[in-house]
């Protein structure tokens, strides 16, 4: 067959995906948006959800309609190239990339701004490191809500210029991405902002927007495939899916739930660490022996805020959890490109990576096999 070069499960991932690979690979990093131009049915709808003077009923409705138009809806392709290649059939790739800011973040960014501006608040506070941050400036800038978004002043994104392009304020943070967020959340509780964060009171919306996923899917399949593999950092994607996927079961609209895959980067993630340990709880990782790239940076936390809840939600589906190293997420987000013409950001594959080194080792029965992706464009 003819795999990538390094698709096997590398032992020393970290040391060999953290050197030896040219600078230039790294231009792989992060989402790029699909906006071009709206509308004039949304600009329209635009004028009339940002109009504070507005009654809110109509500036809701208004807003509705955007979120029910542009987000979500996202393409089911099976990737029968890629079938042919790792010797699986019926791989379906759910490409996330083509919500408007090229990442699934669209979801949670509309919901939480569509929960904002019913509840009265005239902005919203969250931290990024970069795809998030574009998808709630965008989501903020068609309600008319002000966005402060805080960035960890050693993080360098390229998304920078959206963010500022939809009218956000950047607010930069000493430290990492889980010191922004404590320094956005008490931000938040301080000047009454709402808070984006993950985690908190908001979990619920999130993973409820991110259920949207498996509706959409079993829309298309008319029931769950067996596996479905997803890259997870804080694990909230993770989570939102597989609930959203046994709400189908109970409700008697699938015949199971299926096998929940996760993937992440060598070492540096609590959902997989606490997996492969088997330890009951993530527990937080050293935060200096967290090393990012430009490719991994998606899918590193040495805290993962919703990490047991995506823990239980792989446990309780006879899933599995594996690391993905960047050399491997880099070739096959390039293969991915040449056999199926998506163009996907090279985090998004570590589910997949996962889920293929285990038939590698021990060949899975065909079923059907639903990948988790995000995109550049």
């Known amino acids: 067959m003819n795999k990538p070069s390094s698709f096997s499960s590398d032992k020393n991932g970290t040391a060999e995906t953290e050197s030896g690979i040219s600078s230039n690979l790294f231009l792989l990093d992060e989402a790029t948006s699909h906006i071009s131009t709206i509308t004039p049915e949304i600009e329209q709808q635009k004028t009339i959800a940002s109009d504070p003077s507005r009654p809110l009923v109509e500036r809701l409705e208004a807003y509705e309609d955007i979120f ?38 669209d979801r949670i960014a509309f919901a939480q701004v569509m929960d904002a501006l019913r509840r009265g608040f005239d902005a919203v506070t969250l931290a990024t490191c970069g795809n998030y941050g574009v998808a709630m400036a965008f989501a903020a800038s068609l309600a008319g809500i002000r966005c402060l978004v805080h960035i960890p002043e050693s993080y360098h994104t390229r998304r920078t210029a959206e963010i500022y392009r939809f009218g956000a304020e950047i607010i930069k943070v000493e430290g990492d991405y889980e010191n922004a967020v404590v320094v956005s959340r008490e931000f938040a509780e301080k000047q009454e902002t709402y ?26 399949l008319r029931d769950a495939p ?61 935060p200096e022996k967290i090393k990012e790239t430009a490719v991994n940076e998606p899918l590193v936390n040495w805290q993962s805020i919703d990490g047991d809840l995506a823990l239980e939600s792989v446990r309780q589906s006879g899933g599995w959890a594996a690391y993905a190293s960047d050399r491997n997420m880099l070739e096959f987000s390039r293969f991915i490109r040449e056999k199926e013409g998506l163009n996907v950001m090279p985090a998004s594959t570590a589910g997949l990576l996962a889920l293929l080194s285990r038939h590698k080792k021990a060949l899975i029965d065909n079923d059907r096999f639903v990948m988790i992706l995000t995109g550049r464009k």
């Open 68 to 105: 029910d138009s542009e987000i979500g809806d996202t393409s089911l392709s099976r990737a029968r190239n890629i079938e042919r290649e790792v010797g699986l059939r019926q791989i379906y790739l759910k490409f996330e990339g083509g919500n408007p800011t090229g990442t699934q973040k």
């Open 226 to 286: 067996g596996y479905l593999a997803v890259p997870v950092s804080n694990g909230t994607t993770l989570a939102g899916i597989h609930r959203g996927f046994v709400s189908l079961y109970r409700r008697g609209k699938t015949s199971r739930v299926p096998h929940i895959v996760a993937g992440s980067s060598y070492g540096k993630n609590p959902i997989v660490h606490a997996f492969l340990k088997n330890i009951e709880l993530c527990d937080n990782l050293k």
């Open 195 to 220: 808070d984006a964060n993950p985690g908190g009171a908001n979990t619920a919306l999130q993973l409820k927007a991110y259920g949207e996923i498996a509706n959409e899917i079993y829309d298309e």
